[in-house]
């Protein structure tokens, strides 16, 4: 195993602008798959952030009577899934804007009567907090007399979920042509290191050396290109998430704009997909070259 590591780093040694292109290819594969996988687990914790404090604002129409508000809450409070009702009369409502506000208090001044509706703040059990049951709920609720309107960032949910789905067909073709090209510069990588000792093989088959004595520096070769272009894009994705998470500020006490950076586990795949990258492009190769 030593000699053949040492035949292997002495062809990288010798071909030092060939293996640095591969090296650089497989790199760049790397930093953009990884990439979007980390933006996945981000987006991932954000939409479960979001679900543990999701909320069912429910606005009353303006002709609601005050007694029949009571037994309107009453009624949501007994819906399946509902876990607490509290009443958000449009005086308070105002006051609540006023506040939140305060440097756009002009716009506020010269209103003539109060224009929000009373409201209900609706919060869901846990066992509610998927889309399907959630939307089930809303819907019950929109049924319901004197409800004008329910609101639970459907729209968010919706152009949000657009987002991923688009980022994650962009991934998934990025990942796929950047593979194919990571395998095409390893293939002739090897392929060149090939041709340019074809005569020390040949004579090494005429003596009878066998294919997989031939073949294995190669494919040590192969898998240290893959291994060295796997870590060098994990360390500038690294570098480039500190740069990003230093300028993000996360909510308090939501925690819903904390980012994290890959687990362990996951690093350790990606590192070995990179290996088995340069391994695959020096099978092509072999392959091909001893046919």
């Not at 509706?117 to 059990?125: G, K, L, V, Y």
């Not at 192969?222 to 500020?249: D, K």
């Amino acid at each position: 195993m030593s000699l053949y590591l040492k035949r292997a780093i002495d062809d990288i040694r010798q071909n030092r602008f060939l293996n640095l292109v591969t090296i650089v290819t497989i790199a760049l594969s790397i930093l953009i798959v990884s990439a979007f996988v980390l933006f996945f687990i981000n987006t991932s914790d954000l939409m479960s952030a979001w679900k543990k404090g999701v909320r069912i604002m429910v606005y009353l129409k303006s002709s609601t009577p005050a007694s029949e508000i009571p037994a309107l809450q009453q009624q949501l409070a007994g819906m399946y899934g509902i876990e607490q009702v509290n009443y958000i009369p449009k005086e308070e409502a105002l006051n609540l804007m006023k506040n939140q506000m305060k440097r756009q208090s002009s716009l506020l001044e010269n209103l003539k009567e109060n224009p929000l509706p009373d409201a209900f703040e609706i919060r869901m059990t846990s066992a509610t907090q998927g889309w399907d049951r959630l939307e089930k709920i809303a819907l019950q609720i929109e049924n319901l007399p004197n409800v004008d309107e329910v609101e639970y960032g459907r729209r968010w949910i919706g152009r949000f979920t657009n987002v991923i789905n688009l980022f994650t067909l962009a991934g998934y073709a990025l990942g796929t042509l950047f593979f194919m090209a990571a395998v095409f510069f390893v293939a002739n990588t090897i392929r060149l290191v090939l041709y340019s000792r074809r005569d020390e093989i040949e004579i090494m088959r005429l003596v009878g050396a066998e294919d997989q004595f031939i073949k294995a520096p190669f494919y040590i070769e192969g898998i240290i290109q893959g291994a060295l272009g796997g870590a060098i894009g994990l360390v500038a994705l690294f570098i480039a998430f500190l740069f990003i998470s230093s300028s993000v500020q996360p909510v308090s006490g939501a925690q819903m704009l904390q980012v994290r950076f890959l687990p362990l586990p996951l690093l350790a795949g990606i590192l070995v997909s990179g290996m088995i990258v340069g391994w695959l492009g020096c099978f092509v190769s072999l392959k091909q070259f001893f046919k």
